[in-house]
């Protein structure tokens, strides 16, 4: 509690008043007088308003994106893989977060590059691409852990009960499953909603929230725009968790 209320809560409340500060367009130096001109340039200017909605887009389907892929893959982990394959298979999902964020990114732009292997480009398709590849253990990992806790009694009971697969999993599996879900879709949006990098290095010209604030932070040297810039994704994320949590997932975790 002591760590939350002081490093986190308290980093934030910084970042909330720095973001009501402005820096003098002479000397650079920072202005601490209470000024709503950041938040006003923020939210009457089309192009921030562009890259809000881009980022949630991205960040969404990139969740989306690692859903799907993961819940097949977290199922044959947890269903179908004998105890000794489980572990194994557990292993093979945390082995590329070991490797370094960077390297795999740069991974991704040789393979996304004209003379690459895949030559697609870069733009916001490589960038969800990379992301959804990034964050995927994230996702698997909770659903594994949600699914190695349904009983296999309940999935024969629907079969004996003349249920095919696609209605077990409609009516069993997925509404058992879904806190474990919702889980992985915190970490994937969250962490895809603020990240820069990737766009640095896959995005070509496209432009997130994430690097609107490391621009202005460091070339452009404004520090109050970046910390009301960096209020945006906060927000976001505390409106999707409330929205979580009125489906009550976050208590059946």
Known sequence: MLWL???YLGALAALFVTAFWSTDTFTGDLVKELTWANFRDLFTLEVYRTIALRSVGVAAAVTLIDLVIAFPMAFAMAKLASPRAQRWLVIAVLTPLWASYLVKAYAWRVMLSSDGILGWGYGLTATVLTLSYLWLPYMILP??????????SLLDAAGDLGARGLRTFRTVVWPLTFPAAVAGSVFTFSLSLGDYITVK???????LIGN???????AANNLPFAAAVATVPVMIMLVY???VRRTGALENL
């Open 5 to 7: 209320g002081v490093a």
């Open 143 to 152: 659903i594994y852990a949600g699914l190695e806790r349904l009983p296999d």
């Open 201 to 207: 290095i896959v995005g070509g010209k496209s432009q």
């Open 212 to 218: 609107v604030v490391y621009d202005n932070i460091g």
């Open 241 to 243: 968790l409330a929205a």
